[in-house]
Antibody
Framework: DVQLLDSGGGLVQPGGSLRLSCAVSGITFRNYAMSWVRQAPGKGLEWVSGISGSGDNTYYADSVKGRFIISRDNSRNTVYLQMNSLRAEDTAVYYC??????????????????WGQGTTVTVSS | DIQMTQSPSSLSASLGDRVTITCRASQSIAHYLSWYQQRPGKAPKLLIYSASTLESGVPSRFSASGSGTDFTLTISSLQPEDFATFYCQQTYSPLQTFGQGTNLEIK
């Protein structure tokens, strides 16, 4: 079975940094694009960032561009989200998400078929 | 960026009812539209991909259609486990956006 294990969430002060990790098992990891999706308390889903299977292409929502960095280590089957200059509005459950289909690209794809369990980030003083 | 607008934002219905949720994209996304169901405290679950293809294991009472900018999700006969929040997502662009969600409640 495919499994995604999110970790790294916690309480951080405004302006601080945090790095999320998502360990993936059960697939040929390099064949799949990955994304991070977040959900603020009581709110809807927000796509945050995505990365191609090779790691050569990265994408960001306007709300996090310039502050967050997505990366992956295909030797460790892990995707990361480095979050800098955190704001109160970044408070959310962050889900790691696997793209459906082993095309290795984002865009013209078929959505997310496997999700992590979510890791909670709270930005507060 | 492509904006996704879902309607209604909330919906009350009874067991056995047929309900339809709509999703509109701000530009053509061809058939690159997915639908998800999310229950409280859980990760979303993929129901439909490529606008109308039912994900494996999803009950056949769920169906969907559309292309270009206008899409619909229909549940033919509501069951107790269907009451949840539903989201559409465009995957045409690498910057993938969700609709704001439709909260389906029991009447």
């Amino acid at each position: 079975d495919v499994q995604l294990l999110d970790s790294g969430g916690g309480l951080v002060q405004p302006g601080g940094s945090l790095r999320l990790s998502c360990a993936v098992s059960g697939i040929t990891f390099r064949n799949y694009a990955m994304s991070w999706v977040r959900q603020a308390p009581g709110k809807g889903l927000e796509w945050v960032s995505g990365i191609s299977g090779s790691g050569d292409n990265t994408y960001y929502a306007d709300s996090v561009k310039g502050r967050f960095i997505i990366s992956r280590d295909n030797s460790r089957n892990t995707v990361y989200l480095q979050m800098n200059s955190l704001r109160a509005e970044d408070t959310a459950v962050y889900y790691c998400a696997k793209a459906y289909g082993g095309f290795g690209v984002l865009g013209r794809d078929y959505g997310v078929d496997v999700w992590g369990q979510g890791t909670t980030v709270t930005v507060s003083s | 960026d492509i904006q996704m607008t879902q309607s209604p934002s909330s919906l009350s219905a009874s067991l056995g009812d047929r309900v339809t949720i709509t999703c509109r994209a701000s530009q053509s996304i061809a058939h690159y539209l997915s639908w998800y169901q999310q229950r409280p405290g859980k990760a979303p679950k993929l129901l439909i991909y490529s606008a109308s293809t039912l994900e494996s294991g999803v009950p056949s009472r769920f169906s969907a259609s559309g292309s270009g900018t206008d899409f619909t999700l229909t549940i033919s006969s509501l069951q107790p486990e269907d009451f949840a929040t539903f989201y559409c997502q465009q995957t045409y662009s690498p910057l993938q956006t969700f609709g704001q969600g439709t909260n389906l409640e029991i009447k």
